[in-house]
Nanobody, 129 residues
Framework: QLQLVESGGGLVQPGGSLRLSCAAS????????IGWFRQATGKEREGVGCISSRGTTVLIEDPVKGRFTIAKDSAKNTVYPQMTSLKPEDTAVYYCAADGYWPDSNICVMAEGYDYDIWGQGTQVSVSS
């Protein structure tokens, strides 16, 4: 059974950067697309981006496009969401989630209502001066 553990969150000043980690155990991430989501206090969860199981396709949602990206290290079975030029409105709990529908594929899906199967516990990112 795949398990995901996020880490790397913290307090950062506006304009700063953070690299989160989404470490997998129990199965190889080569069988899963990984989605990245966030939820701010009092707001609905929103998708941030995703990376395909092969690591060849990265989709980033418009609110963070050009500032955020995602990389994958298959040897470490870990996905790394990278955030730059952070803004106070990026403050949220960030989650990674696995989608097992597209194993060994160039496809990942970021669409409202699309369900991911397995979720991590989340890591808090706070952007403030």
């Amino acid at each position: 059974q795949l398990q995901l553990v996020e880490s790397g969150g913290g307090l950062v000043q506006p304009g700063g950067s953070l690299r989160l980690s989404c470490a997998a155990s129990g199965s190889t991430l080569d069988n899963f697309a990984i989605g990245w989501f966030r939820q701010a206090t009092g707001k609905e969860r929103e998708g941030v981006g995703c990376i395909s199981s092969r690591g060849t396709t990265v989709l980033i949602e418009d609110p963070v496009k050009g500032r955020f990206t995602i990389a994958k290290d298959s040897a470490k079975n870990t996905v790394y969401p990278q955030m730059t030029s952070l803004k106070p409105e990026d403050t949220a709990v960030y989650y990674c989630a696995a989608d097992g529908y597209w194993p060994d594929s160039n496809i990942c899906v970021m669409a409202e209502g699309y369900d991911y199967d397995i979720w991590g516990q989340g890591t808090q990112v706070s952007v403030s001066s």
